[in-house]
Structures are given as C-alpha cells and as structure tokens.
C-alpha cells in the first residue's frame, strides 16, 4: 500500500511539470516567441487605441519569466523595450524615444522588469512548494508503509506472546496497579473451571483454601502497598473441586517515573512437592523415632534407676505405715505422713514413665512456648546415672531470664540427649583425665538463643569435620550415623542452626541456635 502511495505521488508530480514548463523552447526562445505574439496582436489593435496598448507585453514578459524563469524574462523585457520603441513610441519605426514619451517609456520598462521579477518568484515559489509537498507526500507514504510494517510485527510479536502464555507450563494473570485480577491465561482457566469473567477483580479469591485465603489477601495487599514481589504458596481449588499446592509469584511493572503499572503474576503446580516433603517429614520422623528406640538399650541402667528409686521409696514407706498401724495404740499421725510420701513417690514414678514414653514413644510434633533451660535440666537428670557409670561429670551453665521459644519439648529432648551421649562417647577410653560434658545456654543478640554442649574428647578429625552431619557417617565403631543427622533436621525445622567446631583446649563444642521471634507462633 506505502508503495502504491508513493507511485502515485510521484507520478502526479511528473505529469504536472510538463504542464508548468509546456514549452520544449530555451528561456530566449520562449521569450521570443511570447514577445513576438504580443507584438503581433499590439500592431493589430493599434488603431483602435489613441495611445499605445502595452497590457499584452506586460502578459508577454510574465509568461516569459513563469515558463522560461528570470533569464527568459529579462530577455522578454529587453524585447519588448525594442519593440515599443521601434513601433509605439514616437518617432515609429525608428529606434530613438522623444523627450515627450520617455518617461512613458521608462515606467513601461520598470513596470515590465518588476512583473518579471515578480512571475519568475512567483514561479520559482510554487515549484517550491509543490516540490516540498512532493517530498511531504512520499515522507508520508514511507512513514505510513513503515507505520503498517511496525503494526504488522507488533500484532505477530503479541500473537506470539498469546501462543507463549497458553503453551508454558504455568498459569498466568494480570491484574491493575491497585491489584484487581482482570486477564488470565487459559491454563488457569481451564484448571479452575471458570470463565474469564468469574476470575476478575475480588473472585480470583473463590479458587484459594479457605484456610489459605486470609493469609493470601493479607500478604497480596502488603505487596501492594509496599510495591514488592508476592511470594508463597497456597492451595487453589480445581474445576473437579479438589485442591492442589501452588507456588504464587507476582511482579510489579513500573515506568519511567517509577509509579506501577501493571502486575504480573504466576501459579507454579508444586503439588507433587509438597507431597514428596510431607513424606520426607514423615520419613524423618521415623527415623527420629527410631533413633530414640535404639539409644533406649544404652541407657537401660538410667530407665531402671528412674524407676527403681521412686518404687523403692514406695516399698519402704509401705512398709513404715504397716508398723505404725500395727502399733498400740496405732500411730495414725505417722501412718498418715507415711501414705503422704507413698503417694508423692507413685506420682514421681508416674512421671518418669510419662517422660520416658514421650521420649520413645511416636507421637506427632507439638510446638508450643518452651524455655531451653527447663529441657536441659530434664535431660540433664534423665542422664544422671549414666554420667554416673561412665565417670563423666555434667556442669550446666544457663543464661538467667532465658526467652522462650517456640518448640517441641520431645524432639529438643532429642536433640540434647544426642549431642551429649556423643559428647560421653568421645570421652570414652580416656582413663586419668578430665571427663566433663557442660551444657550452657545465653541469649544471642536479640532474636536467638544459643545452647552449646561441649565435651574433653579427642575432638573432630579434620576430614570428617563435614560430614558429621551427614545420614550414616559416624566415627564410632558402633555408630549407626543418624544422631547428628537427625537433630540437624529437627533444628532446622525449628528455624534453627546446628553447627560443631573444635574446642581451643581439646575437644568439641556442638552449638545451635533458635530464633526468639518464633515465641508464640504457631510451629
């Protein structure tokens, strides 16, 4: 079409020049000729006219200058000069002006050199402008055919970015700077069942969890508000009405100024995920489990001793109520004080029995407020006559005003009753030397608070300082490689840090950490 334009453009131009310039003479030629006509007719009607008509060399040299340009017309007012004196002005047919005719002669030849100055600028402006509107008109066409070129590619470049959205694997919308959801692509709305129109504005909303809802509007008005990317996972519900886990990220569009334009956002299915790490949790659990099933046939001696002694007592203090009894009169004041301390001593053998089965036994994760220094000395007593038998002392250093965390007091449990039978472990086989595992506890900074137990073993051997931690790797000949392995992963879950570095005097320090804020939330 541009081209087309620009043919017919052109073509106009050229059939008009032959029109403007019609005389196929040079400039004096064409002078002549127009000065030869005018005289032709001048001598023809000079009897008519008491004086001379000159109108027709005035036509003659403005014909002259518009077709043959400036040359031509001064040539065309030189001619006519000649002629009016050799045909007009008295004395005829000679070439001498009298004094009478030549100040007629003189305004005849000024008014002839200025129509000739005049039609050839007037010439010369057209063609100007009829050259400039040419060149307009071919600079119009160009940009019109590049205009159509541009919006050529740009429908095929949206076209394509259309093909793109429907063939990724991901679902996509958009929504308003003010964040009102109004285009999404047909992946989700095919797996959401619903129509564009279902999906626009606040009912983008209907498809999230229930569950999931409030924390997903509350965190999308805060991206809002703060202009940031959104970032989490949620469930979003099917056209079969099931629902299945999604990875939700939205970035925002910004323009020069800054200000936001649009919104960009995209659901990631990672339903598959979600499954796979609920099943390594439950995985991890187990073996947690197991753990703590395994390390009961190394502290039988502990188990039997934090039962004997309470049922002991009961045996003793039964036995001390039948004699009062059996006294006369019967010491009832005793009797009484006796049963008393039968029924504290069955309640402390309930309680270690309570202890001991929610150590081992497979109950599911409960977080809720929890100070580490309370866990440390449970761990610390149920460790007592294990310490005992090894010659090991315990010291336990805890931070006064300890924060509370939010944990699971059975899987922390877990964690310290590892850390110090390995630090019991690594002393073993050193007779005559210091045998001493301590256990401190401090706030670190204002978000965390740090336990630390540290033994006087031979300490980490280099090469294995990073694999400790690794499932199945031990440095104990009867290791099973798990302990560290398995508290790694409860700190972790915990929003922890588990960490072990050599102590400066021999030995090793396992330190971890656990955040503050989590206090009060729920895990």
Known sequence: MGTAVKGEIRGTSKERRPALEAFPFGPYSTAFFFVLVACAFELAFQRFFPYPFLLLFFAAVIMAAWHG?????????????LAVDY??????????????????FVAFVACATAASWVSSSL???????????????????????????????????????LLLTEVIPQQIWEATAEGAIDSCNRRLLDY?????????????????????????????????????PLEGEWRVRGADGGYRWFFTRAVPLRGQDGKILRWYGTNTDIEQRHQAEQALKHTQAEVAHLSRVLSMGELTASIAHEISQPLT????????????????????????????????????????????????????????????????????????????????SMRTELGADLPQINGDRVQLQQVLLNLMMNGMDAMTGMDGQMKEIVVSS??????????????????????????IFDPFFSTKPR????????????????????????????????QFEIPIRAAGTDG
């Open 313 to 392: 007592a009961v045996v003793s203090h039964g036995q001390a109520c039948l004699e009062w009894l059996a006294a006369r009169p019967p010491n009832l004041d005793r009797a009484r004080h006796t049963v008393d301390r039968i029924i504290q001593d069955g309640t402390r053998a309930g309680a270690v029995l309570r202890r001991i089965k929610a150590l081992y036994g497979k109950e599911a994760p409960a977080k809720g407020p929890l100070n580490l220094n309370e866990v440390i000395q449970e761990v610390a007593v149920f460790l007592k006559d294990e310490s005992i038998e090894r010659h090991v």
């Open 87 to 104: 045909f007009f002005v008295p004395p005829l047919n000679r070439f001498v002006i009298s004094a009478a005719a030549v100040m007629y």
């Open 123 to 161: 010439k010369r402006g057209q063609e100007a402008i009829e050259e400039a509107r040419d060149r307009l008109g071919e600079r119009v066409a160009e940009r019109t055919a590049e205009l159509e070129q541009s919006n050529r590619e740009l429908r095929e470049r949206e076209h394509q970015l």
């Open 192 to 228: 959401a069942g619903r129509g564009i129109e279902q999906m626009q504005g606040e009912r983008f909303l209907e498809t999230i969890h229930a569950e999931d809802r409030e924390d997903f509007h509350h965190r999308w008005r805060e991206a809002l508000s703060a202009g940031k």
């Open 69 to 81: 340009g400036l040359r031509s017309g001064f040539f065309a007012v030189l001619l006519s000069m």
């Open 479 to 510: 290791g099973i490689g798990m302990g560290l392995s398995i508290s790694r992963s409860i700190v972790e879950s915990h929003e922890g840090r588990l960490w072990a570095s050599p102590r400066p005097a021999g030995g090793t320090i396992v």
């Open 442 to 467: 401090r706030k670190e900074g204002t978000e965390k608070v740090l336990v630390g137990v540290e033994d006087h073993g031979a300490g980490i051997p280099p090469e294995a300082a990073e694999k």
